[in-house]
């Protein structure tokens, strides 16, 4: 017992890395047999969550044979339009999960067992968990094509390996893969935090930027910094590797003051339970305001990240008057690159020249209470947490317009907004949906539920929110054929599909009234029928293809080819 704790104490004093584990160095081979060059690392910052993978780039193109990086069994199979996209899990017998996403299409013999389901549950959309060992792959097996499907904005796969019993994602650069990267992390803004009541930062009570030069030796330097009370710093910053422009996520991050650790986080692992409170590890604030994330070296509020190696006052710096402080950020990459940014600080206080307080409203929302609003027009209802810290939240409405505050604030969790839809008439409310309006106030639909004199959307997103009407159908068009055609050497059909204004919600299609699969690529719009699937018996094909849209709206299209 006495070896144990003193093993705890010599692991929590050293205190970094505590956690550390080891990886299987030489287990795996990579899922793609061209050098890897990573448009996107493990914990990059991305919208309400941290990158759970790399992104590994495809040299502007789908269709790359991408392997089974180990001996393993399919675990799940999922068909999303969203997400993901078409995404195989692979559980290997060493106790980790691979995963491999954003897939143009599967090899043959899951094509072939997926398109059974598909055509099984009348659905493009469909996700399965085979048994254990029912689809089982070698290492070096081709597995799929790699592609843009899904939530992605370019070629590229998605790669991810999960501890197969916690389905923790870890960073799969800790497996041996190779990639170049001699390049330092680089930062390109630096931020000051007076964070303690009558706390002051350059002659401020508010954030304030700092600036900062390269010295001979690489390291920055920043301006010197007068303050008193408790601060805390955050920067801007982005790794790159060797062979691409790519902005990518940096690894790990580390405050030091006057010698001491203060904090120390890395994206070796996190849980997707927590990956929303990355909206506490960047300022939100300056993320709405100007789409760029700082991230801050000290804990806030409602912070609820495992990702923190050594914290010491949560990263926060008590500056006493006539003392001074070094403050150092050390910006590593996982090759161990570093970025060492100094900041010296200066204990005094000081006339402020900037004197902010935060606008008050009406309306004062206690974080852990649930909070409700009744603006007349809607009803808002934020459960208890749904925000991290208290504020003054600004409501306000219109005719069918309500605003609740703006995107500068995150929320946790969904919160209610229930309109009132008594004035209008049944034929209006069927076409009526609740749509949030972006910066350039263009309507966008949010899930609507309908019931009685009410209209119900839950979200995350604060914003301007209003009622928008949805009268035009959606439209269908033939893409790569024309009615009438004969189309004997072709491989597929495809046709475009649209909606203006609430958006396709299904869509479905027969072939002389059997149903067929039709891929749906929301990015292009386009729906597209496989002839591989199915053997066509007949010469004269009728194709009919029927599109609704969020509101119910609906169309259909009828054309006739012929085929040999
Ligand atoms: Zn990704």
Not at 8 to 16: A, E, K
Not at 18 to 44: H, N, S, V, W
Not at 379 to 405: C, Q, W
Request: glycine fraction near 8%.
């Amino acid at each position: 017992m006495g070896r144990t704790f003193l093993i705890f104490l010599l692991i929590s004093s050293m205190g970094i890395s505590a956690q550390e584990t080891t990886y299987p160095k030489e287990a795996f081979r990579p899922p793609l047999d061209i050098p890897l060059i990573l448009a996107g690392t493990f914990g990059e910052l991305r919208s309400n969550h941290f990158h759970s993978g790399i992104d590994i780039k495809t040299q502007q193109r789908e269709g790359l044979p991408v392997y089974a990086i180990g001996n393993g069994t399919i675990t799940r199979i999922k068909v999303s339009l969203w997400g993901y996209g078409k995404v195989l899990y692979v559980a290997h017998p060493n106790g980790y999960t691979s995963v491999y996403g954003h897939l143009q299409k599967f090899s043959p013999k899951i094509e072939e067992y997926i398109k059974k389901i598909q055509y099984g549950k009348k659905s493009y959309e469909v996700e399965v968990f085979p048994e254990y060992g029912e689809i089982k792959l070698e290492k070096g097996e081709v597995i799929a094509y790699s592609g843009n499907t899904g939530g992605s904005s370019g070629p590229h796969l998605h790669f991810e390996i999960r501890s197969s019993i916690s389905e923790k994602p870890t960073n799969p650069l800790l497996y041996g893969y190779e990639v170049r990267d001699a390049t330092n992390p680089t930062v390109v803004g630096l931020y000051g935090y007076p964070l303690s009541k009558n706390a002051q930062l350059n002659q401020s009570n508010t954030k304030s930027q700092i600036n900062f030069t390269r010295q001979k030796d690489g390291s920055l330097l920043a301006d010197k910094v007068t303050a008193l009370g408790t601060i805390g710093f955050g920067f801007v910053g982005f790794d790159r590797q060797d062979l691409a422009a790519n902005k990518n996520g940096v690894y790990s991050v580390r405050q030091v003051v006057n010698g001491q650790v203060y904090s120390d986080y890395d994206f070796e692992s996190f849980s997707f339970s927590e990956t929303r409170y990355i909206n506490t590890l960047i300022d939100y604030g300056h993320f709405g305001k100007y789409r760029q994330r700082i991230q801050k070296s000290f804990k806030s509020p409602g912070n609820h990240l495992s990702i923190y190696n050594k914290l010491v006052n949560d990263g926060k710096i008590v500056v006493k008057e006539g003392l001074s402080y070094t403050v150092e950020l050390l910006i590593y990459d996982l090759e161990g690159n570093l970025t060492k940014l100094v900041i010296p600080v200066e204990g005094k206080n000081q006339p402020l020249k900037i004197d902010e307080e935060t606008p008050k409203t009406d309306n004062y929302i206690v974080a852990k209470r649930p909070n409700n609003f009744d603006l007349g027009i809607a009803k808002v209802y934020f459960p208890a947490n749904t925000f991290y810290e208290d504020f003054y939240i600004d409501l306000r409405k219109g005719s069918d317009t309500v605003m609740v505050h703006n995107n500068r604030v995150p929320a946790h969790r969904n919160f209610t907004l229930t309109f009132d839809v008594s004035k209008y008439s049944e034929a209006e409310r069927k076409q009526l949906f609740i749509a949030r309006l972006d910066k350039n106030s263009r309507p966008s639909y949010t899930s609507t539920y309908k019931r009685g004199n009410t209209f119900t959307t839950r979200t995350r997103n604060l914003g301007t929110y209003t009622l928008a009407r949805d009268t035009v159908p959606p439209t269908i068009r033939t893409k790569n054929f024309k009615h009438k055609q004969w189309l004997t050497n072709y491989h597929y059909l495809s046709l475009t599909i649209a909606d203006d204004l609430s958006g396709i919600d299904t869509y479905s299609a027969t072939l002389n009234g059997e149903w067929i699969l039709m891929e749906y690529e929301p990015k292009k719009n386009t729906i597209t029928y496989n002839f591989d699937d199915r053997i066509l018996d007949k010469k004269q094909c009728v194709l009919k293809v029927t599109v609704t849209d969020n509101v119910g709206n609906t169309n259909t299209h009828e054309v006739t080819f012929y085929r040999k």
